[in-house]
């Protein structure tokens, strides 16, 4: 079965670096979308990227964050200065098509930790 | 989108069913109730979703009320394997999922 995968599963950065997280969606889908889960807490919306563009952005996607889709394959995820607050584990997914309901795949989720 | 109250924790015996409730009294007529779950720290995955019928598929069956304020999610014959945080989604389209703190099941042998 299709999966989205996640590289790399643990990344350890300084406060103040720059961090690209990086995500393969499953093939045929069109439709990518960013969360972060802090530990113990719930699973948040980041960011949702269709054509080559943001659909949709959270409060927490701020200046500091972007995505793009640099090849035909992968799908990134971008913190330009870490804080110690951007540690979390952080889940790419993608789905099908928005015209009717399509279920999203969750990757297995990359763990940043900023020190 | 709507707000969904799911119970914190409950526990299931291993081989019964698992009835998992979800109150979302301010559902909009157009909204859908979606269910994911989340396994030890990794990904969410899709269960099930619904609008007004009832639906199954291969994971579970979920029963939505005639109103549509509430919902339960039924997992026929609950395995080890299925202990995990359950969430109720409300929302129009499935772009943005609003996850909750979701309910923890542990499945006992």
């Known amino acids: 079965e299709p999966e989205v995968t996640q590289t790399p599963s643990h990344q350890v950065t300084q406060m103040g670096q720059e961090v690209i997280l990086r995500c393969v969606p499953i093939?045929?889908?069109?439709?990518f979308y960013w969360y972060r889960q802090i530990l113990g807490q719930k699973v948040e919306f980041l960011v949702s990227?269709?054509?080559?563009?943001?659909?949709?952005k959270s409060e927490i996607f701020d200046d500091q964050f972007s995505v793009e889709r640099p090849d035909g394959s992968n799908f990134t995820l971008k913190i330009r200065s870490t804080k110690l607050e951007d540690s979390a584990m952080y889940f790419c997914a993608s789905s099908e098509l928005l015209a009717e309901f399509y279920e999203q795949y969750f990757g297995p989720g990359t763990r940043l930790t900023v020190t | 989108d709507a707000k969904t109250t799911q119970p914190t924790s409950m526990d299931c015996a291993e081989g019964r069913a698992a009835n998992l409730p979800c109150n979302h009294s301010?559902?909009?007529?157009?909204?859908?109730v979606y269910w994911y779950r989340q396994i030890h720290s990794q990904g969410p995955q899709y269960i099930i979703h619904?609008?007004?019928n009832n639906e199954t598929n291969e994971m579970a069956s979920l029963i939505i009320t005639e109103d549509r304020k509430s919902s339960t999610l039924i997992l026929p014959h609950a395995t080890l394997r299925d202990t995990a945080v359950y969430y109720c989604?409300?929302?129009?389209?499935?772009?943005?999922?609003?996850f909750g703190a979701g309910t923890t099941v542990t499945v006992r042998a």
């Open positions: 619904g609008l007004k």
């Open positions: 301010t559902i909009s007529g157009n909204e859908y």
């Open positions: 093939s045929n889908h069109l439709y």
């Open positions: 989604i409300v929302g129009l389209d499935d772009y943005k999922l609003s």
């Open positions: 990227f269709y054509n080559n563009e943001i659909s949709e």
